[in-house]
Protein backbone atom coordinates (compact mmCIF):
# COMPACT_ATOMS: atom_id res chain seq x y z
CA UNK A 1 0.00 0.00 0.00
CA UNK A 2 2.91 2.38 0.96
CA UNK A 3 4.43 1.99 -2.37
CA UNK A 4 1.44 2.13 -4.97
CA UNK A 5 0.74 5.53 -6.33
CA UNK A 6 -2.89 4.92 -6.02
CA UNK A 7 -2.37 5.53 -2.38
CA UNK A 8 -0.98 9.00 -3.13
CA UNK A 9 -4.06 10.15 -5.37
CA UNK A 10 -2.49 9.27 -8.72
CA UNK A 11 -2.88 6.77 -11.61
CA UNK A 12 0.05 4.89 -12.96
CA UNK A 13 0.23 2.66 -15.82
CA UNK A 14 2.86 0.37 -17.08
CA UNK A 15 4.18 0.29 -13.76
CA UNK A 16 6.04 -3.05 -15.17
CA UNK A 17 7.37 -4.37 -17.83
CA UNK A 18 8.70 -7.42 -20.28
CA UNK A 19 11.97 -8.47 -20.85
CA UNK A 20 13.62 -10.60 -23.56
CA UNK A 21 17.21 -11.69 -23.49
CA UNK A 22 19.23 -14.44 -25.60
CA UNK A 23 19.86 -17.91 -24.00
CA UNK A 24 21.76 -20.44 -25.38
CA UNK A 25 20.60 -19.03 -28.95
CA UNK A 26 17.21 -18.73 -28.15
CA UNK A 27 14.92 -15.83 -26.65
CA UNK A 28 14.07 -16.14 -23.10
CA UNK A 29 10.80 -13.72 -22.53
CA UNK A 30 11.09 -12.57 -18.30
CA UNK A 31 7.95 -11.31 -16.74
CA UNK A 32 7.16 -8.52 -14.33
CA UNK A 33 10.24 -6.70 -13.72
CA UNK A 34 9.09 -2.96 -11.97
CA UNK A 35 9.80 0.04 -13.47
CA UNK A 36 10.37 3.56 -11.58
CA UNK A 37 7.73 5.78 -11.68
CA UNK A 38 9.38 8.42 -13.66
CA UNK A 39 9.45 5.44 -16.43
CA UNK A 40 5.66 4.43 -16.48
CA UNK A 41 3.88 4.40 -19.65
CA UNK A 42 1.33 6.54 -17.72
CA UNK A 43 1.27 8.49 -14.79
CA UNK A 44 -1.44 11.15 -13.68
CA UNK A 45 -0.93 12.84 -10.69
CA UNK A 46 -4.10 14.70 -8.76
CA UNK A 47 -6.21 11.71 -10.71
CA UNK A 48 -8.16 11.59 -7.43
CA UNK A 49 -8.32 12.16 -3.77
CA UNK A 50 -5.23 9.98 -1.85
CA UNK A 51 -4.89 9.65 1.72
CA UNK A 52 -1.54 11.40 1.25
CA UNK A 53 -0.13 14.37 -1.26
CA UNK A 54 2.84 13.42 -3.76
CA UNK A 55 5.28 15.20 -1.81
CA UNK A 56 4.72 13.26 1.24
CA UNK A 57 4.79 10.03 -0.84
CA UNK A 58 8.26 10.53 -2.37
CA UNK A 59 9.83 11.23 1.04
CA UNK A 60 8.15 7.71 2.10
CA UNK A 61 9.63 5.98 -1.25
CA UNK A 62 13.18 7.63 -0.24
CA UNK A 63 13.02 6.40 3.42
CA UNK A 64 12.09 3.17 2.02
CA UNK A 65 14.68 3.20 0.01
CA UNK A 66 17.40 3.78 2.48
CA UNK A 67 16.10 1.22 4.73
CA UNK A 68 16.12 -1.55 1.94
CA UNK A 69 18.97 -3.35 4.33
CA UNK A 70 20.95 -6.24 2.37
CA UNK A 71 19.36 -5.80 -1.07
CA UNK A 72 21.12 -5.08 -4.18
CA UNK A 73 22.21 -1.46 -4.22
CA UNK A 74 20.53 -0.92 -0.88
CA UNK A 75 21.77 0.74 1.76
CA UNK A 76 24.07 -0.51 4.14
CA UNK A 77 23.70 -1.27 7.69
CA UNK A 78 24.17 1.01 10.17
CA UNK A 79 21.82 0.71 12.88
CA UNK A 80 24.56 0.45 15.75
CA UNK A 81 25.53 -2.89 17.81
CA UNK A 82 28.99 -3.60 18.59
CA UNK A 83 30.46 -4.40 15.07
CA UNK A 84 31.87 -1.21 12.88
CA UNK A 85 31.57 -3.06 9.67
CA UNK A 86 28.02 -4.77 9.63
CA UNK A 87 26.75 -4.70 6.49
CA UNK A 88 29.75 -2.95 4.57
CA UNK A 89 32.16 -6.13 3.81
CA UNK A 90 31.77 -8.27 0.76
CA UNK A 91 32.97 -11.64 0.38
CA UNK A 92 36.11 -11.40 -2.41
CA UNK A 93 35.23 -15.15 -3.51
CA UNK A 94 31.64 -15.18 -3.94
CA UNK A 95 30.43 -11.54 -3.81
CA UNK A 96 27.68 -12.04 -1.03
CA UNK A 97 27.97 -9.65 2.04
CA UNK A 98 29.48 -11.21 4.77
CA UNK A 99 27.20 -11.02 8.51
CA UNK A 100 28.19 -10.50 11.68
CA UNK A 101 28.32 -13.25 15.01
CA UNK A 102 29.12 -12.99 18.49
CA UNK A 103 31.00 -15.36 20.56
CA UNK A 104 29.42 -17.21 22.92
CA UNK A 105 32.75 -16.89 24.88
CA UNK A 106 32.76 -13.16 26.51
CA UNK A 107 35.87 -11.40 27.44
CA UNK A 108 34.97 -8.85 30.60
CA UNK A 109 31.62 -10.13 29.73
CA UNK A 110 31.14 -8.69 26.60
CA UNK A 111 30.95 -10.76 23.26
CA UNK A 112 33.63 -10.36 20.18
CA UNK A 113 31.93 -9.79 17.01
CA UNK A 114 32.95 -12.49 14.16
CA UNK A 115 32.64 -11.36 10.62
CA UNK A 116 31.97 -14.46 8.03
CA UNK A 117 30.75 -15.65 4.93
CA UNK A 118 28.43 -18.66 5.47
CA UNK A 119 25.80 -17.64 3.32
CA UNK A 120 26.67 -20.53 0.26
CA UNK A 121 26.91 -23.15 3.39
CA UNK A 122 23.81 -22.41 4.65
CA UNK A 123 21.76 -22.15 1.62
CA UNK A 124 23.28 -24.36 -0.96
CA UNK A 125 25.64 -26.66 1.59
CA UNK A 126 28.84 -25.77 0.18
CA UNK A 127 31.81 -24.82 2.29
CA UNK A 128 32.36 -21.34 4.12
CA UNK A 129 33.93 -18.94 2.08
CA UNK A 130 35.78 -16.81 4.93
CA UNK A 131 35.55 -16.69 8.88
CA UNK A 132 37.70 -13.87 11.21
CA UNK A 133 37.31 -12.07 14.14
CA UNK A 134 36.29 -8.38 13.72
CA UNK A 135 38.29 -6.50 16.67
CA UNK A 136 41.12 -6.09 15.04
CA UNK A 137 39.44 -5.24 11.65
CA UNK A 138 37.67 -2.79 12.87
CA UNK A 139 40.54 -0.92 14.18
CA UNK A 140 42.41 -1.13 11.26
CA UNK A 141 40.06 0.28 9.22
CA UNK A 142 39.30 3.14 11.69
CA UNK A 143 43.17 3.89 11.70
CA UNK A 144 43.08 3.99 8.28
CA UNK A 145 39.80 6.27 8.20
CA UNK A 146 41.29 8.73 10.79
CA UNK A 147 44.80 8.80 8.28
CA UNK A 148 42.71 9.60 5.42
CA UNK A 149 39.98 12.42 7.21
CA UNK A 150 43.17 13.56 9.02
CA UNK A 151 44.50 15.80 6.39
CA UNK A 152 41.31 17.60 6.05
CA UNK A 153 41.10 18.06 9.76
CA UNK A 154 42.90 21.24 10.01
CA UNK A 155 41.14 23.02 6.89
CA UNK A 156 37.67 22.13 9.06
CA UNK A 157 38.72 23.12 12.18
CA UNK A 158 40.23 26.24 10.43
CA UNK A 159 36.75 26.77 8.55
CA UNK A 160 34.66 26.13 11.82
CA UNK A 161 36.74 28.71 13.70
CA UNK A 162 36.13 31.09 10.96
CA UNK A 163 32.31 30.68 11.31
CA UNK A 164 32.43 30.80 14.69
CA UNK A 165 34.24 34.39 14.28
CA UNK A 166 31.39 35.60 11.62
CA UNK A 167 28.46 34.34 13.36
CA UNK A 168 29.93 36.56 16.49
CA UNK A 169 30.28 39.42 14.53
CA UNK A 170 26.25 39.23 12.92
CA UNK A 171 25.44 39.04 16.19
CA UNK A 172 27.32 42.36 16.99
CA UNK A 173 26.29 44.01 14.19
CA UNK A 174 22.67 42.82 14.46
CA UNK A 175 22.57 44.78 18.00
CA UNK A 176 24.80 47.99 16.79
CA UNK A 177 21.44 48.14 14.18
CA UNK A 178 19.08 47.85 16.38
CA UNK A 179 21.12 50.30 18.27
CA UNK A 180 21.40 52.70 15.77
CA UNK A 181 17.67 52.18 14.45
CA UNK A 182 16.58 53.11 18.34
CA UNK A 183 18.95 56.28 18.80
CA UNK A 184 16.65 57.41 15.92
CA UNK A 185 13.72 56.69 17.11
CA UNK A 186 14.53 58.09 19.86
CA UNK A 187 16.05 61.48 18.12
CA UNK A 188 12.61 61.71 15.83
CA UNK A 189 10.84 61.67 19.49
CA UNK A 190 12.78 64.71 20.61
CA UNK A 191 12.71 66.56 17.77
CA UNK A 192 8.21 65.69 17.96
CA UNK A 193 8.37 66.71 21.34
CA UNK A 194 10.19 69.89 21.06
CA UNK A 195 7.63 71.29 17.91
CA UNK A 196 4.75 70.37 20.01
CA UNK A 197 2.48 73.45 21.47
CA UNK A 198 3.35 73.35 25.25
CA UNK A 199 -0.18 74.41 25.49
CA UNK A 200 -1.69 71.48 24.12
CA UNK A 201 -0.85 69.51 27.20
CA UNK A 202 -2.44 65.87 26.43
CA UNK A 203 -0.42 65.87 23.17
CA UNK A 204 2.60 67.15 24.51
CA UNK A 205 1.87 64.42 27.68
CA UNK A 206 2.16 61.42 24.89
CA UNK A 207 5.05 62.54 23.03
CA UNK A 208 6.86 62.86 26.38
CA UNK A 209 6.47 59.49 27.20
CA UNK A 210 6.95 58.21 23.10
CA UNK A 211 10.42 60.07 24.12
CA UNK A 212 10.98 58.29 27.09
CA UNK A 213 10.53 54.38 25.80
CA UNK A 214 12.76 55.35 23.05
CA UNK A 215 15.46 56.09 24.91
CA UNK A 216 14.87 53.19 27.52
CA UNK A 217 15.12 51.08 24.22
CA UNK A 218 18.84 52.79 23.21
CA UNK A 219 19.71 52.36 27.14
CA UNK A 220 18.24 48.30 26.72
CA UNK A 221 20.14 48.01 23.13
CA UNK A 222 23.49 49.59 24.79
CA UNK A 223 23.26 47.10 27.17
CA UNK A 224 22.97 44.14 25.14
CA UNK A 225 25.92 45.40 22.89
CA UNK A 226 28.06 45.42 26.08
CA UNK A 227 26.83 42.48 27.55
CA UNK A 228 27.51 40.70 24.26
CA UNK A 229 31.05 41.85 23.48
CA UNK A 230 31.54 41.31 27.29
CA UNK A 231 30.68 37.37 26.50
CA UNK A 232 32.64 37.48 23.59
CA UNK A 233 35.33 38.37 24.98
CA UNK A 234 35.07 36.40 28.31
CA UNK A 235 34.29 33.27 26.70
CA UNK A 236 37.08 31.11 25.67
CA UNK A 237 37.91 30.32 22.30
CA UNK A 238 37.18 26.51 21.19
CA UNK A 239 40.84 25.10 20.22
CA UNK A 240 40.13 23.97 16.89
CA UNK A 241 43.58 23.14 15.77
CA UNK A 242 43.77 20.65 18.64
CA UNK A 243 40.77 18.62 18.30
CA UNK A 244 41.73 17.81 14.89
CA UNK A 245 45.09 16.87 15.94
CA UNK A 246 43.43 14.65 18.21
CA UNK A 247 40.84 12.85 16.15
CA UNK A 248 41.64 9.01 17.64
CA UNK A 249 39.94 10.44 21.25
CA UNK A 250 37.18 11.76 19.44
CA UNK A 251 36.57 8.91 17.78
CA UNK A 252 36.83 7.25 20.62
CA UNK A 253 34.78 9.57 23.04
CA UNK A 254 32.12 7.55 25.49
CA UNK A 255 29.67 10.08 24.06
CA UNK A 256 29.70 9.11 20.59
CA UNK A 257 27.64 5.74 19.89
CA UNK A 258 28.53 2.77 17.37
CA UNK A 259 25.54 4.23 14.92
CA UNK A 260 27.26 7.20 14.82
CA UNK A 261 30.47 5.78 13.77
CA UNK A 262 29.09 3.25 11.19
CA UNK A 263 27.24 6.41 9.79
CA UNK A 264 30.38 8.27 9.28
CA UNK A 265 32.25 5.39 7.94
CA UNK A 266 29.61 5.01 5.35
CA UNK A 267 29.46 8.96 4.46
CA UNK A 268 33.24 7.79 2.97
CA UNK A 269 33.40 4.40 2.21
CA UNK A 270 31.18 2.50 -0.15
CA UNK A 271 32.11 -1.09 0.68
CA UNK A 272 35.25 -2.81 1.77
CA UNK A 273 35.88 -6.31 -0.31
CA UNK A 274 37.69 -8.66 1.95
CA UNK A 275 39.94 -11.83 1.24
CA UNK A 276 42.37 -14.78 2.73
CA UNK A 277 45.70 -15.08 1.61
CA UNK A 278 45.89 -18.63 2.58
CA UNK A 279 49.87 -19.07 2.20
CA UNK A 280 50.79 -15.87 3.95
CA UNK A 281 47.62 -16.49 6.37
CA UNK A 282 46.57 -12.27 5.79
CA UNK A 283 43.51 -10.99 5.47
CA UNK A 284 43.06 -8.37 2.43
CA UNK A 285 41.02 -5.59 3.29
CA UNK A 286 39.98 -3.51 -0.12
CA UNK A 287 38.73 -0.40 0.93
CA UNK A 288 36.28 1.61 -1.71
CA UNK A 289 36.19 4.90 -0.66
CA UNK A 290 33.72 7.66 -2.05
CA UNK A 291 34.70 9.30 -5.72
CA UNK A 292 36.77 6.68 -6.80
CA UNK A 293 39.65 6.16 -5.17
CA UNK A 294 40.38 2.75 -3.52
CA UNK A 295 43.47 1.45 -0.98
CA UNK A 296 44.36 -2.14 1.01
CA UNK A 297 45.09 -3.19 3.90
CA UNK A 298 46.85 -6.64 4.74
CA UNK A 299 46.25 -7.71 8.62
CA UNK A 300 47.94 -10.95 9.93
CA UNK A 301 45.04 -13.87 10.88
CA UNK A 302 45.62 -15.05 14.04
CA UNK A 303 45.74 -18.49 14.58
CA UNK A 304 43.13 -20.94 16.74
CA UNK A 305 43.45 -19.69 19.75
CA UNK A 306 45.50 -16.51 19.63
CA UNK A 307 44.37 -13.56 20.83
CA UNK A 308 45.79 -10.11 22.00
CA UNK A 309 45.99 -10.62 25.75
CA UNK A 310 50.33 -11.90 25.64
CA UNK A 311 52.80 -10.43 27.70
CA UNK A 312 54.64 -7.10 26.66
CA UNK A 313 58.29 -8.13 24.95
CA UNK A 314 59.54 -5.82 27.42
CA UNK A 315 58.64 -7.60 29.97
CA UNK A 316 59.46 -11.07 28.44
CA UNK A 317 63.00 -9.66 28.72
CA UNK A 318 63.29 -8.46 32.48
CA UNK A 319 61.47 -11.89 33.31
CA UNK A 320 64.21 -13.92 31.17
CA UNK A 321 67.02 -11.81 32.51
CA UNK A 322 66.23 -12.07 36.02
CA UNK A 323 65.31 -15.48 36.42
CA UNK A 324 68.70 -17.12 36.53
CA UNK A 325 69.65 -15.18 39.58
CA UNK A 326 66.27 -13.44 41.82
CA UNK A 327 63.08 -15.12 42.89
CA UNK A 328 59.64 -15.21 41.11
CA UNK A 329 58.48 -12.88 43.69
CA UNK A 330 61.60 -10.40 43.33
CA UNK A 331 60.77 -10.41 39.71
CA UNK A 332 56.95 -9.19 40.30
CA UNK A 333 58.09 -6.52 42.20
CA UNK A 334 60.36 -5.40 39.57
CA UNK A 335 58.22 -5.56 36.84
CA UNK A 336 55.38 -3.83 39.31
CA UNK A 337 58.40 -1.03 40.10
CA UNK A 338 59.26 -0.75 36.65
CA UNK A 339 55.18 -0.20 35.67
CA UNK A 340 55.07 -3.30 33.03
CA UNK A 341 51.84 -4.87 33.53
CA UNK A 342 50.63 -8.69 32.23
CA UNK A 343 48.74 -8.98 28.86
CA UNK A 344 45.62 -8.24 30.30
CA UNK A 345 46.63 -5.09 32.05
CA UNK A 346 46.96 -6.53 35.63
CA UNK A 347 49.78 -6.21 38.19
CA UNK A 348 52.15 -8.75 38.74
CA UNK A 349 52.52 -11.47 41.27
CA UNK A 350 54.78 -14.53 41.95
CA UNK A 351 52.29 -16.71 40.86
CA UNK A 352 51.73 -15.15 37.12
CA UNK A 353 55.51 -14.81 36.86
CA UNK A 354 55.90 -18.40 37.38
CA UNK A 355 53.04 -19.54 35.16
CA UNK A 356 54.71 -17.57 32.34
CA UNK A 357 57.87 -19.21 32.93
CA UNK A 358 55.97 -22.38 32.51
CA UNK A 359 54.37 -21.51 29.27
CA UNK A 360 57.18 -19.94 28.13
CA UNK A 361 59.81 -22.18 28.91
CA UNK A 362 61.67 -19.92 31.42
CA UNK A 363 63.70 -21.98 33.70
CA UNK A 364 63.45 -20.74 37.31
CA UNK A 365 66.43 -19.00 39.19
CA UNK A 366 69.85 -20.76 39.57
CA UNK A 367 70.86 -19.19 42.91
CA UNK A 368 67.95 -20.75 44.97
CA UNK A 369 70.74 -22.75 46.37
CA UNK A 370 72.25 -19.67 48.25
CA UNK A 371 75.27 -21.23 47.38
CA UNK A 372 76.70 -17.58 48.97
CA UNK A 373 78.36 -16.43 45.57
CA UNK A 374 75.60 -13.52 45.01
CA UNK A 375 73.95 -11.99 47.43
CA UNK A 376 71.09 -9.50 47.50
CA UNK A 377 71.03 -5.61 48.99
CA UNK A 378 69.65 -7.34 52.39
CA UNK A 379 72.28 -10.40 52.76
CA UNK A 380 74.78 -8.07 52.03
CA UNK A 381 73.82 -5.80 55.04
CA UNK A 382 73.51 -8.94 57.46
CA UNK A 383 76.24 -10.28 56.41
CA UNK A 384 78.47 -7.23 57.31
CA UNK A 385 76.53 -6.88 60.34
CA UNK A 386 75.27 -3.11 58.97
CA UNK A 387 71.97 -1.54 57.59
CA UNK A 388 70.75 -1.72 54.02
CA UNK A 389 70.72 1.89 53.59
CA UNK A 390 74.66 1.90 54.27
CA UNK A 391 75.17 -0.79 51.88
CA UNK A 392 72.88 1.45 49.39
CA UNK A 393 75.53 4.61 49.95
CA UNK A 394 78.68 1.97 49.56
CA UNK A 395 77.08 1.09 45.79
CA UNK A 396 76.06 4.99 45.32
CA UNK A 397 79.19 5.93 46.04
CA UNK A 398 81.03 3.95 43.69
CA UNK A 399 82.93 1.91 46.48
CA UNK A 400 81.38 -1.64 46.27
CA UNK A 401 80.04 -2.60 42.84
CA UNK A 402 77.04 -4.18 42.37
CA UNK A 403 74.82 -5.48 38.97
CA UNK A 404 71.59 -4.62 37.86
CA UNK A 405 69.82 -7.03 35.46
CA UNK A 406 67.75 -3.79 34.05
CA UNK A 407 67.49 -0.31 34.98
CA UNK A 408 65.00 -0.35 38.69
CA UNK A 409 66.03 -4.12 39.22
CA UNK A 410 67.52 -4.94 43.04
CA UNK A 411 71.00 -4.97 42.69
CA UNK A 412 73.15 -7.85 42.64
CA UNK A 413 76.11 -8.19 44.76
CA UNK A 414 79.17 -10.52 44.60
CA UNK A 415 80.37 -11.89 48.11
CA UNK A 416 83.74 -11.56 47.52
CA UNK A 417 83.76 -7.70 46.89
CA UNK A 418 82.59 -7.52 51.01
CA UNK A 419 85.52 -8.82 51.73
CA UNK A 420 87.85 -5.89 50.09
CA UNK A 421 90.15 -3.76 52.08
CA UNK A 422 88.22 -0.40 50.54
CA UNK A 423 85.07 -1.58 51.42
CA UNK A 424 86.00 -3.12 54.94
CA UNK A 425 87.53 0.32 55.85
CA UNK A 426 83.78 2.23 54.32
CA UNK A 427 82.37 -0.37 56.82
CA UNK A 428 84.50 0.50 59.67
CA UNK A 429 83.70 4.84 59.24
CA UNK A 430 81.34 6.02 61.78
CA UNK A 431 79.25 9.38 61.11
CA UNK A 432 81.83 10.15 57.78
CA UNK A 433 80.51 9.71 54.69
CA UNK A 434 80.96 6.02 52.66
CA UNK A 435 84.29 6.84 50.92
CA UNK A 436 87.98 6.83 51.01
CA UNK A 437 90.30 10.02 51.57
CA UNK A 438 92.74 10.67 48.74
CA UNK A 439 96.38 9.32 49.65
CA UNK A 440 98.21 12.59 48.78
CA UNK A 441 95.11 15.15 49.68
CA UNK A 442 96.09 17.94 51.98
CA UNK A 443 93.65 18.58 55.15
CA UNK A 444 91.69 21.69 55.09
CA UNK A 445 91.90 22.01 58.85
CA UNK A 446 95.10 20.38 60.12
CA UNK A 447 95.34 19.16 63.46
CA UNK A 448 97.44 22.24 65.56
Same mark, same amino acid.
Given at each position: MLKNPFYAGAYAYGKSENRTAIVDGRARKTYGHHRPLEE??????????? +???????? @?? #?KQLSANAYRRCDGAKSGRGGRALLVGILVCGRCGR @?????????????????? +??? !???????? #??RCMMFGGLRIDAAVVRELIGAVEPMAIEAAVLAERRQM??????? @?????? &????? +???????RRYAACDP?? $????? *????????? &?????DCELRLDAAMAS? %???? *?? !????????????????????? *? $? #????? *??????? %? !?? !?????????????KGGQHSQLRLRKPRSGEHDCSTPDDALAVIRSMATRWSDEGIAATLNRMRLPTGQGKTWTAHRVSSIRRVRGIHAYRSAEKDGVWLTMREAAQHCGVTSHRIRRLIQAGVLSAEQVVRGAPYQIRAADLQSERVV?????????? $?????? #??????DT
Open positions: CEILLKGHHEG +YIDWAEFE @RN #Q @RLTVNYTSRSTGGISQPV +YRC !DRASVMLG #QRERQAEQR @RIIELE &LQQAR +YEASLAEDN $RLIAA *TLEKSWEAA &LRRVQH %AAAP *TP !DFAAIAADLEAAWKTPSVTMR *T $R #QQLLR *TLVNEIT %A !DL !DEEAREIVLTIHWQSMGRKGRPC $RLDAVN #QIPMFP
